[in-house]
């Protein structure tokens, strides 16, 4: 079996990605501390053709080295805005017509095996601190909670990981 070069996957430019339609999904980054997170969580959305990426609090924001290290350039594709407090995030979002989905382990959630998008809706997908995950405020003012199921001794995994899992059962069921 040969391994596929970067010539054989025809991967776009950054024009390109820019101009292509965009799922209608924004991650929110809810004061994630790891810059090595954060870059990955822009090659996850260049990888998935989201909308963007909204980073919170005290979520570093490009130009970054360390950023730049996983993400490997996405931050340039992928667009992406600022806000220091989470809540004027998701005010923003709500007035641009988003259903706020929190990625938390919350009573009443559902199962992320058992979310299903509405055609035509936009979602914002937040997601929290690698300790202390989604701030409540954050919490309460979602419309919609969503929880991967965990099967060992550890109540979470990494918030790139978790991710990375929402958004591929969002984007194919």
């Given at each position: ?45 260049d990888?998935?053709g ?78 929290g ?19 991967i ?25």
């Open positions: 079996m040969k391994k596929k070069t970067i010539w054989d996957l025809n991967r776009i430019t950054i024009n390109e990605y820019k101009a292509q339609a965009k799922e209608p999904i924004i991650v929110v980054v809810d004061n994630v501390r790891s810059l090595n997170n954060i870059g990955s969580l822009f090659r996850t959305a990888g998935f989201l909308q963007g990426i909204v980073l919170c609090g005290i979520s570093a924001t490009p130009p970054s080295p360390e950023i730049h290290k996983t993400a490997l350039g996405a931050e340039d594709s992928v667009d992406w805005h600022y806000f220091p407090e989470t809540l004027e995030a998701i005010d923003w979002l709500k007035e641009a017509g988003y259903t706020i989905c929190c990625l938390e382990q919350v009573e009443g959630s559902t199962m992320l095996q058992e979310f299903r998008r509405e055609p035509g809706k936009k979602y914002a997908l937040v997601i601190n690698e300790v202390d995950g989604v701030d409540p405020a954050v919490v309460n003012r979602s419309d919609i909670f969503l929880e199921p965990q099967r060992g001794t550890k109540h979470s995994l990494n918030v790139t990981i978790s991710t990375g899992v929402a958004l591929w059962q969002m984007l194919t069921h």
